[in-house]
């Protein structure tokens, strides 16, 4: 059988960065060895410190870097996540983000049995940057357009029918914000009519907030806008054990982005404590957007090996583990 050879870029960044991808990239090689595939791995720079040392946070070669990879690996940037993974997602048109949230064994959380994914617009409402400032006053423009609600409703049913998920939940504001979640809502409803055999509902945005703590059980396939999607995926996260345990994608039809919910942690960065698994499960969602199910599978089973047995774990999750510590343990189980 013919090895199957991926491009693969990585942006480290900034603060913990560094230390999550160098754990994300041990684990990925391990794999490539016991398996038909040939990874090669491309640093790029982006961040704080790329722009103090060259006036830019985001190079162009950077940019060219991830267009000529097959998919890329991004860990966390600090002050400047503006200017580097919001031109990122609207410059390739990443328009889907995609945040699963899970509880895995022996991690401490508050959501009971909770599965759900969070399909978020990736390109529009706030987030497009436009508007003005003044002394006294701002003025930003959400923008929503039928073309973007139409295919990011469209990936929210295909997930859903793909993973045999039984419903999904178009999350809005219409009852205020009606010329732009109005528009939304319409689409969505127009599109889940082709999905006849899954369960559609619509829930206002903070009522969707306060269920989510109430009865998290609820929920499967959430389809919503950009900002209400940033916010919903941290609550939900926080249901399922933190930041340390929120991969994420940002998903187009040529490129794709995965990377770690969580920032940069300046307050642990540089101490080997941080936890890789975000990480780890950012590569293997990236595995399975390439095709290769199976490898994206065994990372998830490799994890959960490791959370079950309990013996190696970081700070956040109650052990006492170091990154590279957690890194090696998963590659023991692969």
């Known amino acids: 059988?013919?090895?199957?050879r991926y491009r693969i870029a990585t942006i480290p960044g900034d603060g913990i960065g560094p230390e999550v991808m160098s754990a994300a990239v041990s684990v990925l090689e391990t794999l490539a060895e016991n398996r038909n595939l040939a990874l090669e791995f491309v640093e790029l720079q982006a961040g704080d410190k790329t722009k103090a040392e060259t006036g830019v946070a985001l190079p162009e070669e950077t940019l060219r870097g991830v267009e000529q990879s097959d998919a890329c690996l991004f860990a966390a940037v600090g002050e400047t996540a503006k200017e580097v993974i919001l031109p990122l997602r609207q410059g390739l048109d990443l328009?889907?983000?995609?945040r699963p949230a899970k509880v895995y064994p022996n991690v401490?959380?508050?959501g009971g049995d909770v599965d759900l994914v969070i399909v978020?617009?990736?390109t529009e409402g706030l987030y497009r940057m436009i508007g003005d400032r003044g002394p006294d006053w701002g003025v930003s423009m959400r923008v929503i357009t039928r073309r973007a609600s139409e295919r990011?409703?469209?990936f929210a049913f295909d997930l859903a029918r793909r993973e045999r998920r039984r419903r999904v939940t178009c999350v809005h504001k219409a009852n205020v914000l009606d010329t732009t979640c109005?528009?939304?809502v319409e689409t969505c409803r127009n599109?889940?009519?082709?999905?006849?055999?899954i369960e559609y509902e619509e829930m206002i945005v903070d009522a969707c907030a306060m269920k989510l703590i109430l009865t998290p059980g609820h929920f499967d396939v959430l389809v919503t806008t950009n900002m209400f999607g940033d916010i919903l995926s941290d609550e939900a996260a926080g249901l399922v054990g933190g930041l340390g345990m929120a991969p994420s994608g940002n998903i187009g039809e040529k490129h794709a982005i995965f990377e770690p919910v969580h920032g940069t942690a300046p307050d642990i960065a540089g101490r080997g404590v941080a936890n890789p698994l975000a990480m780890i499960l950012s590569a293997g969602m990236m595995l399975e957007w390439l095709g290769e199910r199976d490898a994206a599978a065994a990372i998830e089973e490799a994890v959960i090996k490791v959370l079950r047995k309990g013996e190696t774990l970081t700070p956040d999750l109650g052990g006492s583990a170091r990154t590279e510590e957690v890194a090696a343990a998963v590659q023991r189980e692969l």
């Not at 059988?1 to 199957?4: F, Q």
């Not at 328009?95 to 995609?98: A, G, I, K, R």
């Not at 599109?191 to 055999?197: D, I, L, N, S």
């Open 1 to 4: 059988m013919k090895m199957k």
């Open 95 to 98: 328009y889907v983000n995609l």
């Open 108 to 110: 401490p959380h508050v």
């Open 120 to 122: 978020r617009e990736n």
């Open 152 to 154: 990011i409703a469209r």
């Open 182 to 184: 109005g528009l939304f």
């Open 191 to 197: 599109v889940a009519a082709a999905y006849p055999e």
